[in-house]
């Protein structure tokens, strides 16, 4: 009979791709720290007894990313620096036979459901009694909250349904149960994430819950903060606006990848709207919510798209001033409804579609931030760097966001993870500078 040795056995854990994917990795360190593993993320692990990827197969440049570095661990394998690799995630749920086949050096593939068959093979156990229980990764004052998996939507260009699966909403009463945990280990700031936040319920209960989640959720005493992102624009449940506007401690932020918007477009998306639908929602989400902060994200040179169309995608972009903006490049991903179109945008015209929407999202966030020299906000601050403090105000999700920079005199002292009062003084593109209020 094989027992498990008391020794402390160790395993390093990578994480590449998106925030969900990285709550992934803190419940498999959960699992692990659980059967006596010592678990180390990200950094140096150039020497390691074990090695798990956990990696992203979203687009291109991120499934290139995710083969670099396995190959980098199988060559480290191979020079005896390191023990045994493996690897899971979306890349590997979605060419598992391929990689397989090419880097045979690893020593097993799993998919993005196949947490315990890892853990047998590395000799632990699955503890389903640590439930949603993870080793946190981010800061100890915010943490990442994946409030469903897999996605139902049609999108033509996207691939996660492929790796993720079908929507899939977790239990409420576990969700509440998780914040409370996160709450009681000193997180102030929690952050909804899933494929798409505004569907959750749906298949669960039948009907879309995310208002109540979230009031449920803001009744967790300690935390301050709850942000929301992707949220999907189609059939957007309004009624989280109203549960933003009542609690304080829901961040007047919205996260919603939006994608293109002229209605050709749109259409040869899979998405489901048009471009007046998404002005009037904007305008709506705008009126009740004064003052919110929107992110969105954009993808530039879709099959089909002309010149006509990032003509009107800039206007748009020039008319709605949103906040915070990210674009994409389209990426051809096989087996998406997309791949049976011609990729028929050459790669550098699609970077300088990008660079021209990026180009003017520069001059609009710097005319919105100039704007907030001289007020006050609230801010929670992540880092001390460079001599400086780094915090972020409502406005601002972590890693993808503005950031407030702020100098304090002798006698001043900021904690990280506490919240203080700063004034502005300066502005740029994307980031401010302030005093302590
Ligand atoms: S909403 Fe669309 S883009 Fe987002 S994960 Fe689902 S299919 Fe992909």
């Known amino acids: 009979m094989r027992t498990r040795s008391s020794a402390k056995r160790s395993a390093h854990v990578i994480t590449l791709g998106c925030a969900k994917n990285l709550v992934d990795s803190e419940i498999l360190m959960g699992q692990l720290r659980a059967n006596n593993f010592e678990v180390s993320h990200e950094g140096d692990a150039e020497e390691a007894p074990v090695v798990i990827i956990n990696t992203c197969g979203f687009i291109e440049s991120a499934k290139q990313e995710s083969i670099d570095t396995i190959l980098q661990f199988a060559q480290a394998k191979q020079d005896g620096r390191v023990g045994r690799v493996y690897v ?20 097993a593939y799993f998919g993005t459901r196949e947490l315990p068959a890892l853990l047998k093979t590395l000799n632990a156990d ?11 990764t981010t800061p100890r004052h915010f943490a990442y909250l994946k409030i469903a998996e897999g996605c ?3 999108c033509a260009f996207c691939a996660i349904p492929l790796m993720r699966g079908k929507h899939r909403s977790t239990p409420m009463e576990e969700l509440v149960k998780q914040a409370e945990g996160l709450a009681a280990q000193g997180v102030v700031e929690l952050i909804l994430i899933a494929q798409d936040l505004t569907y959750y319920g749906l298949d669960l209960y039948k009907e879309r819950k995310l208002a109540e989640l979230i009031r449920r959720l803001s009744d967790v005493s300690g935390l301050r903060w709850i942000r929301l992102h992707y949220a999907f624009p189609t059939g957007f449940p309004m009624d989280v606006l109203d549960v933003m506007a009542e609690r304080e401690n829901v961040c007047n932020y919205l996260d919603m990848p939006l994608q293109h918007a002229t209605d050709h477009v749109l259409k040869a998306m899979r998405r489901g709207t048009t471009r007046a639908k998404t002005t009037a929602l904007i305008a709506e989400i705008r009126k009740r919510m004064p003052g919110i902060a929107l992110r969105t994200t954009l993808i530039c040179g879709f099959p089909g798209e002309t010149l006509q169309d990032q003509q009107e995608l800039l206007e748009w972009v020039a008319e709605m001033r949103f906040d915070r903006l990210g674009c994409f490049t389209y990426s051809h991903e096989e087996d998406t409804h997309a791949y049976a179109l011609k990729d028929d945008v050459p790669e550098a015209e699609k970077r300088r579609r990008m660079d021209e929407v990026m180009a003017l999202q520069a001059g609009i966030s710097e005319e919105l931030n100039m704007a907030k020299v001289g007020q006050v906000f609230s801010v929670l601050f992540d880092k001390f760097e460079d001599g400086v403090f780094v915090g972020r105000t409502q406005h601002d999700s972590p890693d993808v966001d503005n950031e407030v920079r702020v100098e304090t005199g002798e006698q001043e002292h900021i904690r990280l993870g506490d919240f203080a009062q700063v004034r502005i003084t300066a502005a740029s593109e994307f980031d401010l500078t302030g005093e302590l209020a």
């Open 126 to 136: 699955y503890k389903r009694e640590l439930l949603g229980e993870r080793l946190l």
């Open 88 to 107: 899971t995630g979306c890349l590997s749920e979605r060419y598992k036979e391929d990689l397989s086949r090419d880097i045979p050096e690893v020593d």
């Open 152 to 154: 139902d939507r049609p």
